[in-house]
């Protein structure tokens, strides 16, 4: 059997065993009240400045406000899309760690807690099981999110005169930018879920790491120290949203690189411990 | 660790050379090398720390070894894809994942194994059948009881009936009737397959296996078929109630070449060269001997005994 079909069928299993559990429908309602609740303040406020300044005036205040977080280039860029959209964006940036967390501390530490992985390294490769379980996670992780911004499409139609289209398309577009940022935080989880025996030691852990990188990431920014601010994947943003090529295979490069450290260190744990 | 990749057809099932598995300073198995092999139903035997389960975790590939080889089937336990439903395992400790339900997990494990999902699933029926526990497919793992997780654990051991299948522990912490059902399941499989058991329960391996190998402090004591372990081709025990022991007269059996009498157990030990008589002939001249002297016997045993080997063998 190759290695594929391996990571194929621990994949299959996690969804499962993810989307039916209690944790993961807690999970799921939390990520859609959080959304739809965020999306109709947003709407509210939108509503509010468009009937007060206009739509022009929106158009470049709009442009403005996101030149100063992410430079003219993106600021341009993105100034046509609508503002709840932008910030559904930016809320299921800041969520993806979180989600990330609390979805997969569990997954490889919960089999290793009773030894219950020895029914699988007995029949898979451990690299594919271990594989398998990050995909899995973030894959849950993912579906979470679109779960979220789809029923935040449907409130934003039923609730404002915003085209079908915009929603749809920018819609998509910035749930596929956090995809990259979701990947690179479930590695880290899933390096401290490899890690512990004791589910909780890997939340703690997993929770503590990414409190670590967001007070790293505010001080870089408090600082004006830009290079300290890349340990922080949803930083990453910065990249990911640009419209110039180059930089939007930057963002996928540190998402990647980012990934693919912490979860190559946890496969050669995962792979030299004993089971 | 290497392993030679053997053919299809390599005699031994199981093959241990000089295998050594440190944790830090100490040696829990210290230079062990042992030969299963093929359709035999073997034990692994010796008291707590002796390095049984250690042995068991080499071959079903959850550790590895400091040093020293493992072949399983001709392969290395790393070598899961050339195992792959080859090998069935029952481990001691792992707790079946409490969200899962049964049906749902072992058809899962059969697909890992290779099978498609149509096999699997009749494959998971059988085996859960097999255990009697074709009423359980729905049930979450966490709703079993402890006798019922062990019959499931062991079903998921014999998916795809596999060339080998170790067992560690499968009756620890049954209660008797369960263990007993147990033992019949691993009975029924006698001659399908080779079953290694790791047992702290010598009455059950005397009675299932056909050898075993005797580990005590990490180290190989004796290995080999029961009866060579027992001694039961040459010596035989009579238990003697009180009354005369006539053990001059036993002694002038021709087939005897010594005897012995434990006045504390009561027990008069007969030894015998297997080239001379086998353990029936003896045991039908003694008693005729016994009975002429009117000695009152309350039972006769070949050999000492798995447990009493043990205790000789074992700190």
Redesign the interface.
């Known amino acids: ?1 190759s290695p594929l079909r ?1 990571i194929a ?1 621990v994949v299959e ?1 996690e969804l ?2 993810n989307l039916r ?1 209690a944790k993961g429908l807690v999970l799921a309602g939390i990520c859609v009240l959080g959304g739809v609740g965020t999306t109709l303040v947003t709407l509210s406020a939108q509503g509010r400045i468009g009937s007060k300044f206009g739509a022009e005036s929106v158009h470049s205040m709009r442009e403005e406000a996101i030149a100063q977080v992410y430079g003219k280039e993106i600021g341009k860029a993105l100034a046509g899309m609508p503002e709840v959209l932008f910030v559904l964006m930016s809320g299921t940036l800041a969520l993806a760690a979180l989600l990330a967390v609390f979805v997969g501390f569990d997954t490889v530490a ?2 290793l807690q ?12 451990r690299s594919s099981y271990f594989v398998g379980k990050y995909v899995g996670m973030f894959a849950v992780a993912s579906a979470m999110t679109l779960l979220m911004n789809l029923v935040c499409w449907v409130v934003i139609l039923a609730k404002s005169s915003i085209p079908v289209s915009d929603v749809v398309v920018w819609g998509f577009r910035l749930w596929l930018v956090t995809l990259p940022v979701s990947a690179a935080w479930c590695a880290l989880v899933v390096f401290f879920s490899g890690l512990f025996r004791t589910p909780i030691l890997a939340l703690l852990t997993s929770a503590f790491a990414w409190l670590v990188l967001l007070v790293t990431y505010g001080i870089g920014r408090a600082s004006d120290n830009d290079s300290i601010t890349w340990v922080h994947p949803s930083g990453f943003d910065r990249l990911l949203l640009s419209p110039s090529p180059d930089k939007f295979g930057l963002g996928l490069l540190a998402s990647g690189l980012f990934a693919a450290l912490f979860l190559g260190a946890a496969l050669l744990l995962f792979q ?1 411990r ?2 | 660790m290497s392993a030679a990749k053997g053919p299809e057809s390599v005699a031994s099932a199981v093959v241990l050379r000089n295998v050594t598995k440190r944790f830090g300073a100490k040696a829990a198995v210290a230079g062990v090398s042992l030969r299963v092999p093929r359709g035999a139903v073997y034990g692994l035997i010796g008291p707590n720390g002796a390095g049984k389960t250690t042995t068991f ?1 080499m071959l ?5 070894p400091t040093s020293g080889e493992l072949e399983v089937l001709g392969f290395a336990p790393s070598e ?2 050339q ?2 439903g080859r ?3 029952l ?1 001691q ?5 409490p ?2 339900r049964v049906g ?1 997990l072992l058809v ?2 059969a ?4 099978m498609d999902r149509t096999d699997a699933t009749r494959d998971a029926q059988k085996v859960l059948a097999e255990v009697e526990g074709a009423g359980w497919w729905d049930t979450r793992c966490s709703a079993l009881s402890h006798g019922m997780a062990k019959r499931v654990q062991l079903a ?1 051991a014999l998916l795809g009936s596999p060339e080998v299948v170790l067992l560690d522990e499968p009756t620890a912490g049954l209660d008797p009737r369960v263990a007993y059902e147990v033992r019949q399941i691993i009975v029924k499989r006698r001659g399908q397959c080779t079953l290694i058991i790791s047992s702290h329960n010598l009455h059950e391996l005397e009675e299932m296996c056909d050898g075993a190998a005797i580990l005590d402090q990490g180290r190989l004591v004796m290995a080999g078929a029961i009866g060579e372990l027992t001694a039961s081709a040459a010596e035989v025990r009579f238990d003697l109630a009180e009354g005369p022991v006539p053990l001059e007269a036993v002694r002038g059996v021709a087939v005897v070449d010594r005897a012995d009498f434990d006045a504390e157990r009561r027990e008069l030990i007969v030894y015998f060269t297997r080239d001379r008589a086998d353990a029936e002939a003896v045991i039908a001249d003694v008693l005729t001997v016994l009975l002429r002297e009117k000695a009152r016997i309350s039972g006769v045993s070949k050999g000492r005994g798995l447990e009493q080997r043990v205790m000789e063998l074992t700190r």
Not at chain 1, 114 to 125: G, P
Not at chain 2, 111 to 114: A, K
Request: glycine share 10%; net charge positive.
């Open positions: 059997m391996e069928l299993r499962v065993r559990s919960g089999d009773h030894r219950a992985v020895r029914y699988w390294t007995v029949r898979t490769r030299q004993d089971a | 975790s079903a590939g959850f550790l590895q899961v894809d195992l792959r090998i069935g395992v481990p400790d792992a707790v079946l994942p969200g899962d749902a899962h494990l697909r890992l194994q290779g998921q």
